[in-house]
């Protein structure tokens, strides 16, 4: 193994090769940081986990050159559907099937193991970018000139020992990174037991749809999931005086699945027990330690928004991190990673639980004050994505903190793959001369360049908009003073250059 006097150097170790320590490493690969991936085990996980994404998730897998793969191993989702024990619409979650304004559309569905594959796959092309498997670390500790990571190789049990710059717990929910940490938990309160039960079936059954239905039966709730090709999967609420071995047995399984498959029409691929938690780690940062995804959260799955975050995580943290690391921004910009995403991802959580009470009946009302009230017809919910938390924000106009949409450049192409993981000024024509060589090498699009920036910025009131490499808007401006204030506020800029 290493030489222990001389361990090797990176700026980023991440623990944890799932979907978000996957995702980041190529964040970080297209950035130039070198990076490595440490994960015990020695390849993806075969069974099915999680199984949708959304619109901004596909921006990120567009954004690491990585959508165009992704996408045929996808299904579009047509929404969620609620019923009450007789079978009536009580809540109405469709999902519109054109694009949004983030270029894609608003529900995928997936298996997980190929959308690993794919995000591993892609790190052969950082070659600043390493991973190792059957390395599990058992020890971090840092000083004020970077991280020390000590792990074992499993294959042969020998010790090994890097330095890094930073370290990413990507390492789920009992991450090793956070209790190195040392955070605490909030419990938002939600802790239930659910079978979840995937089965492939053995022939066609068009009848179970491609909704997803949660059952909302105070008997036994209950959700069906459509997954892609056969792929089909089913959580059911397990009861206070069952124990958790005795309801994953096989015979129990196809009991409680048979009023909708039989052994005829499926095999069952995974039965498990699992508890969904709704829960939040206090403190994402320790100085050179931080956590992203299950480790800094973990939400109950009824609005299929946990490896959303955990993505949403790896975005807004990759290119603050290269900032840091290759731009000399000071470290404090890495503060802003938890107040940004921790009231965004905790506004999920608590809209997961309230659908929760719906589903297991013991809250309906709240649950449905969620959606829209219509006459002669169910609840329609259409769920709008939080605002970040206070961070990087330049003033508080009422776009700043929402995400830009993706344009349509004049070529056809989209305007996310010409600029980069990097910031952009949008301005409806070119800066006024006097600005003009202000604004530091800064990536500008106009409406030369795609003709809906122009109609967007009006209809925001304001004549340039600065987006951030994770396509979150950092601040506008309504009048030219303001302008030079925005373009200000980047100069120096500190926005990632392009990996050579």
Known sequence: MQDKSAPEEFDVVIVGRGPVGATLANLLGLCGVRTLILDREARTYHLPRAVHFDDECMRVFQTIGLADAILPQTILSPGMLFLDADGRMLLDWSRPQTLTPMGWNLSYRFHQPDLEDVLIGGLSRWPHVTLRSRCDVFALDQDETGARVRYEDLSNGQLGEVRAGYVIGCDGARSLVRRFIGSGIEDLGFHERWLVIDVLLKRERDDLGDYSLQHCDPRRPATYVRGTGARRRWEITVLPDETSQEVAQPARVWELLSRWVTPDDAELERAAVYTFHSVIAQQWRSERLLLAGDSAHQTPPFLG???CAGIRDAANLAWKLAAVIREGVAPDLLDTYQSERQPHVREFIELAIRLGGVINT????AGLAAGQVRENAPVKLEVKKPLLGPGLALGDLPVAGHLAPQFVLS??????????????LLVESALPSHLAHSHAGLDILTSDDAEGIGPWLREHGVI???VRPDRYIRGTARNEIELGRLIAAITPPTHVPSAA
């Open 305 to 307: 928004q946990g490896m």
């Open 362 to 365: 013991k809250a309906i009302e």
């Open 411 to 424: 070529d056809g192409t989209r305007s996310d793959d010409q600029i980069g993981y990097r910031h952009v």
């Open 464 to 466: 340039a908009a600065l």
